[in-house]
């Protein structure tokens, strides 16, 4: 998509966002609540692309739109870790999700491959310690993002993946969100696209809504 396009999408994003504000309930008690963490940030780059992308800087934009999305919800409020190019520790991150009680703690990423710049697609991480409590639920939203995200998208399914995540530290179900390659060129330049972004956190927020719905109707 050409920049003209995209500079017009974020144009547009944020006239309707200034001009809705006022109308958005601060006050309102909505259903449910779920910490967004844009991955690294401030002194820590994360992973760098060939053009020179920094990682914080896509997971920041992915964040900012998925909050948007969030201001005119009635169900869902999205609080960030970081709104700001500044590191937070992660284990501050995961402390802000426990604090305020969320129901989902969702981190967002750029992946990176060092000696493969042909590797692309996406995949969603769950913590690699199954006998954790929330570990059924971090999987299930884990394989839910993973088939949306990819067949919204069009791109590689890598499927999930099993680490040993800082998210373990979170007291609700928690995964993070591989969104592409930024050492794959062709990747890099669509997770430069702002339109690219927002249909990332289109899709995110929408799965998200999607996930809790069936959960608190068990």
Request: net charge positive.
């Amino acid at each position: 998509m050409r920049a003209l396009t995209a500079k017009t999408i974020v144009c547009t994003l944020t006239l309707i966002c200034l001009l809705g504000w006022a109308q958005v309930s601060t006050g309102q008690t909505k259903r449910f609540l779920v910490v967004i963490d844009p991955g690294h940030g401030g002194w820590d780059p994360g992973a760098v692309g060939s053009y020179g992308t920094q990682e914080k800087d896509i997971n920041l934009n992915i964040a900012r739109f998925i909050r948007l999305l969030g201001l005119y919800d009635d169900e869902i409020s999205i609080v960030l870790t970081r709104s700001e190019d500044i590191y937070i520790p992660h284990r501050e991150r995961t402390g802000l999700a426990n604090r305020l009680q969320a129901d989902l703690f969702v981190s967002i990423h750029a992946n990176a491959h060092p000696r493969n710049s042909a590797a692309n697609g996406i995949e969603v991480l769950v913590h690699d310690d199954t006998s954790l409590p929330n570990y059924p639920q971090s999987r299930e939203l884990a394989l839910l993002l993973q088939k949306r995200l990819t067949r919204a998208l069009g791109v590689t399914d890598r499927g999930i993946k099993h680490q040993r995540l800082f998210i373990r530290w979170a007291e609700m179900p928690a995964v993070l969100v591989e969104t592409g390659f930024l050492t794959n060129p062709h990747e890099e330049l669509k997770l430069r696209s702002f339109s690219y972004q927002w249909t990332v956190a289109q899709v995110i927020f929408n799965t998200i809504k999607e996930y809790l719905r069936n959960a608190k109707a068990r």
